[in-house]
């Protein structure tokens, strides 16, 4: 009979164990009551449980929280007293007082009992428990423990004649328990498939917290490495997003420079060093209430903060887009919501940390996975749309001029999604005119000029209805379209509407925001363009007043300097190349436009030495993708003017360079053409610099007579260009000075070829035609290269000529007139 009673005994303990580790509260009072009733001599243990239970059911349904206090207060008076009574002497012989204790202090913080509970846990000696292997249902209790602990140290008031030693000494001790919680309750969550608990989790995340707000981050950094290097566990998925994110964040803004130290690589214990096997549970305990931690052979450790920050990220990011709520569903409302919360804010965070380092693919590809649960969230599209425009940007300007990069390439492609996103996103965020000044500027750099201005007119009626901070940025922009589409026509009467809108724009922007120097910038340019030099050199010295180094800015001093003349305005040109040089040390502009420069106000030595530093210049560049630094336009954003080829043309108001766009085009589908039918090498992804740059030599060489030095610079620009215009231009030009007529002819004819509004290409022909006696060619030749430009002299100066040749006394005088008339001499840009 005693036998069996033992029997039923210990059925009852293994039931109401295994009741305590599902936690059915329910169950486990039913059976602490059955024992209490079959075995007296269990009462202590009975008592205890039965107190346990009442006291986890009821905060299983209302947490420890402030508002919650005064129902604790009534409701948890039948659980005070099963386990008030376990802490008597017959508890302390069942070995259940320690643990009724440790109840106590939970069950008083439930109560607001704050001094209570850590008396509790003075008595329970919490400071002094000894490390020991213990069941999961203990495990819990003692981490919950230490983490009221530490929860109730920093509710409790300190008085305020507590010394400072006392204080620290209780700081410490608030942080040891929320450590000690943190450990513990990782070692609870990997042993138990049980969720951790609004208690716990806030221990969790408590300590760090604490040592950020004294100061201490590298003790942050290393509890929150801590928690992260720990075996993931179902329990602990969510708790790692947590994580993950405010580690990077407190990398991204506290730690930089010689405080940031890498972590160290987890020692893997001896029986698993030297073998090859990739196991996932192989991992390391330091001790019975360490948590376990990987230690593989082949563990990835970040060695510097860019490292890790992306790493952390990108971790979060991933579970943030795994446990994304896809059912649209109204029943899973708030789910979605928070999944959508988290992944946002790790996609927020990812895009400052990639595009602070240039990573824009990663930010990409993060936002591209989040758009399958992001249907119709704005924020996402907007991120998109930003993050696609930044990334057109940037491959628009390393190995193509704005406006010029050939369909099927990676800046095409780029600017055609970036152009698809923000039409996307747009309808999204109906007064957002940031996002459509962003399109505008992706538009115009892909020469889409009449997209760019219908999307800057948009935001000018957003910002004007509002009276937005942008007004003034998006008066710039719609002004710089209309430049763009001026320069693009070659209709007098599009030409000089769009050019009247336009400075009535910039004028506008200017008005606004005295501050911006891209507005000056643009005002100069524009200026240029109707051949207002004086206020074009006005705008120009107010944009260099705002900012100094501008490379805008001080290339049209240069060109303006450059046309005035002699004296100290030549000395000025020069200056200005020179300053530009200095502040734009890896730009090919300056060096070019100086050596032109020292052509005419210096010697041809010193020009022919500043082309050598050019080319040298662009042969070390070739291998460089900073194309910031290289064209010195990117911090500027000057739209039109990043237009910057043809540079061997002679452009003023009536500037073609909008067509070299085509012309470009032309090139390179001569380039593939011939690429593909012979086994030429592929062209280096900065040729085209460096045939300008050989190519400015040959100019050089032409203008100090060394006609056969001049041959060989061309060669050497077919030989990277094959194709293009430019080279075709400047052979004929060799062939000019050697009385070659037939060559010239043949070289001008294959650059109209390809670009058929050449101007310089138009007018050298004409003049061949003449050399050759063709008098009819020459003078149709030249009368379309007046209607093209015609405020240019030397076509209608050459036009004359022609005419007096064919015995046309009338009509040549009214073209030398026409050469005579005053006007401004237009810089070269």
């Not at 009551?33 to 039965?50: D, M, N, T, Y």
């Not at 999961?136 to 305020?160: H, M, N, Q």
């Not at 506290?254 to 130290?261: F, I």
Request: glycine share 6%; with cysteine; proline share 3%.
């Amino acid at each position: 009979m005693t036998s069996r009673s033992k029997n039923a005994v210990r059925s009852y303990e293994t039931e109401i164990e295994k009741s305590r580790e599902e936690s059915n509260w329910k169950k486990a009072v039913e059976l602490a009551q059955q024992l209490k009733a079959r075995s007296p001599q269990h009462e202590s243990l009975s008592h205890f449980l039965i107190g346990e239970g009442k006291l986890e059911a009821y905060l299983d349904e209302w947490p420890p929280i402030k508002e919650n206090i005064e129902r604790a207060q009534r409701e948890l008076s039948e659980a005070r007293g099963y386990l008030t009574l376990a802490t008597d002497e017959a508890g302390k012989k069942a070995g259940v007082a320690l643990d009724a204790h440790l109840l106590l202090g939970k069950l008083n913080y439930a109560c607001g009992a704050y001094d209570d509970a850590l008396k509790h846990y003075k008595l329970a000696e919490l400071s002094t428990l000894t490390e020991k292997e213990l069941p999961v249902r203990s495990l819990r209790i003692v981490a919950e423990s230490y983490a009221i602990k530490g929860l109730c140290l920093e509710l409790t008031a300190v008085p305020s004649s507590t010394s400072r030693y006392k204080q620290a000494e209780r700081e410490s001790e608030m942080v040891r328990s929320f450590e000690l919680s943190s450990e513990l309750s990782l070692l609870y969550l990997q042993r138990s498939s049980r969720a951790a608990g609004a208690t716990l989790e806030a221990a969790l995340l408590r300590a760090p917290l604490l040592h950020i707000r004294a100061g201490r981050l590298g003790a942050a950094v290393d509890r929150y490495r801590e928690m992260l290097t720990a075996v993931e566990s179902v329990s602990t998925q969510a708790l790692r997003l947590t994580v993950a994110r405010q580690l990077a964040e407190v990398l991204m803004r506290g730690v930089t420079g010689q405080v940031y130290k890498p972590p160290q690589k987890v020692v893997a214990p001896p029986q698993l060093q030297g073998t090859l096997t990739r196991r996932r549970e192989e991992y390391v305990s330091e001790g019975p209430w360490k948590p376990k931690k990987y230690a593989s052979i082949n563990q990835f450790v970040p060695r510097s903060q860019h490292e890790e920050v992306l790493l952390l990220l990108l971790l979060g990011e991933a579970l943030a887009v795994r446990d994304a709520v896809l059912s649209q569903s109204g029943e899973f409302a708030a789910a979605r919501d928070h999944s959508l919360r988290n992944a946002v804010a790790g996609a927020d965070l990812l895009a400052l940390a990639a595009g602070r380092w240039g990573q824009l693919a990663l930010v990409l590809e993060s936002l591209e996975r989040a758009m399958k649960f992001s249907f119709g969230v704005a924020h996402i599209w907007r991120q998109r749309a930003l993050a696609t425009a930044a990334a057109a940007r940037a491959a628009s300007q390393t190995g193509f001029q704005a406006g010029s990069f050939p369909k099927g390439s990676s800046a095409w492609s780029l600017s055609v999604r970036a152009q698809g996103v923000s039409r996307r996103a747009a309808p999204l965020l109906p007064h957002d005119a940031a996002l459509r000044l962003v399109a505008a500027a992706t538009a115009y750099r892909a020469g889409w000029i009449e997209d760019g201005i219908e999307a800057a007119e948009e935001a000018l009626a957003i910002e004007e209805k509002q009276n937005g901070p942008l007004l003034a940025r998006c008066y710039l922009y719609c002004g710089i379209g209309r430049q763009m589409k001026a320069q693009k026509t070659n209709s007098r009467i599009e030409k000089e509407a769009d050019n009247d809108t336009s400075l009535k724009m910039l004028l506008k922007a200017v008005e606004l925001d005295d501050n911006d120097h891209l507005a000056f910038y643009h005002l100069a340019l524009q200026y240029i363009h109707l051949g207002m030099l004086n206020e074009a050199m006005d705008a120009t010295r107010t944009c260099l007043s705002v900012r100094s180094e501008c490379s805008g800015g001080l290339r049209l001093a240069t060109a303006l300097w450059g046309v005035a003349g002699a004296g100290a305005r030549g000395r000025r040109a020069l200056a200005a190349a020179r300053l530009a040089h200095h502040h734009y040390p890896a730009a090919d502009w300056p060096l070019a436009a100086l050596a032109a420069l020292q052509l005419e106000w210096e010697s041809g030595e010193a020009a022919l030495a500043t082309g050598k530093e050019l080319l040298k210049l662009v042969n070390n560049t070739e291998s460089e993708a900073d194309a910031e630094h290289m064209n010195g336009y990117a911090d500027l954003d000057a739209l039109s003017d990043s237009q910057h080829d043809d540079t061997q043309s002679n452009r003023d108001a009536a500037s073609i360079r909008a067509e070299s766009a085509g012309a470009y085009r032309m090139e390179r589908a001569l380039s593939e053409g011939a690429s593909s039918q012979s086994a030429a090498r592929a062209r280096a992804p900065h040729s085209e610099h460096r045939a300008h740059a050989w190519l400015l030599l040959a100019e050089l060489c032409l203008r100090l007579g060394r006609v056969s030095a001049a041959a060989g610079c061309v060669s050497e620009a077919a030989a990277l260009t094959p194709f293009s215009h430019l080279v075709f231009y400047t052979r004929g030009l060799v062939h000019a000075a050697s009385a070659e007529w037939s060559e010239a002819r043949t070289c001008f004819q294959d650059a109209l070829a390809v670009h058929p509004t050449h101007l310089d290409s138009i007018v050298q022909l004409g003049a061949t035609y003449y050399a050759l006696g063709w008098l009819r060619l020459a003078e149709r030749t030249l009368r379309e290269a007046g209607a093209l430009r015609p405020a240019r002299a030397d076509t209608w100066r050459r036009l004359a000529l022609v005419l007096a040749a064919l015995g046309e006394p009338a009509a040549a005088a009214d073209a030398a007139a026409a050469a005579l008339q005053p006007r401004a001499l237009l810089p070269r840009l």
